[in-house]
């Protein structure tokens, strides 16, 4: 069965540091998306992208973060210079189309130090 | 506003009992969608179940069961017989469809942590 994949599974970075967090969607999917989840916390909406554009994105997605889909399969999160308040369970999602379930990936857990 | 509520944060039985979670949502739309999603130990986001608004029809999978009633806004999950294997953070999750919001994008409520014990 086709699945979302990312990586890295954990990555520890330094404050102000930049980090790129990949994500492969499954393959026939239109709508990406970006979540992320603050441990012990609920899961909240960062970015979508659709049509090579981002579609909406919320209050948390700053100028710090940046989304791209440089080839026909990967899809990136970029966060340009990391602050503490960034850890957290970052999880990439894609559907076949809008509004429909979502496949969620394993998630990257970023520390930020 | 778009908002759901888990007001459970937490919830215990024993193996074998029946465990209802709730879920209320809020919403403008008259079109959209609601999901449940099961997040075990290991992290992943699970999904578990889509509902349209304009299909108020109960649901039965296996052990799983949803109940939609958009007369007070919510759409509870029932897990018939627990066992210990559905130990996990069960997410009750809107998707608004109207104009402008069709983005698909996730709107969670806090979670609900169901522990069930042998």
């Known amino acids: 069965e086709p699945e979302v994949t990312q990586t890295p599974s954990h990555q520890v970075t330094q404050m102000g540091q930049e980090v790129i967090l990949r994500c492969v969607p499954i393959s026939n999917h239109l709508y990406f998306y970006w979540y992320r989840q603050i441990l012990g916390q609920k899961v909240e909406f960062l970015v979508s992208?659709?049509?090579?554009?981002?579609?909406?994105k919320s209050e948390i997605f700053d100028d710090q973060f940046s989304v791209e889909r440089p080839d026909g399969s990967n899809f990136t999160l970029k966060i340009r210079s990391t602050k503490l308040e960034d850890s957290a369970m970052y999880f990439c999602?894609?559907?076949?189309?809008?509004?429909?379930?979502?496949?969620f990936g394993p998630g990257t857990r970023l520390t930020v130090t | 506003a778009q908002k759901v509520t888990q007001a459970q944060t937490e919830i215990s039985v024993v193996e074998k009992e029946d465990v209802t979670l709730d879920c209320v949502y809020e919403t403008r739309d008259t079109t959209y969608y609601l999901f449940w999603y099961k997040q075990p130990p290991s992290g992943e986001l699970v999904f578990l179940i889509r509902?349209?608004?304009?299909?108020?029809q109960n649901e039965i999978s296996g052990r799983y069961s949803w109940n939609f009633q958009k007369s007070t806004s919510s759409f509870n999950f029932t897990i018939t017989a627990s066992q210990v294997v559905d130990s996990a953070v069960y997410f009750c999750?809107?998707?608004?469809?109207?104009?402008?919001?069709?983005?698909?994008?996730?709107?969670f409520g806090q979670g609900t942590t169901l522990q069930v014990k042998p």
């Open positions: 992208f659709y049509n090579n554009e981002i579609s909406e």
């Open positions: 509902r349209n608004s304009f299909d108020e």
């Open positions: 999750a809107l998707s608004e469809a109207g104009g402008s919001s069709n983005t698909g994008k996730l709107i």
């Open positions: 999602a894609s559907s076949p189309w809008s509004p429909y379930e979502q496949y």
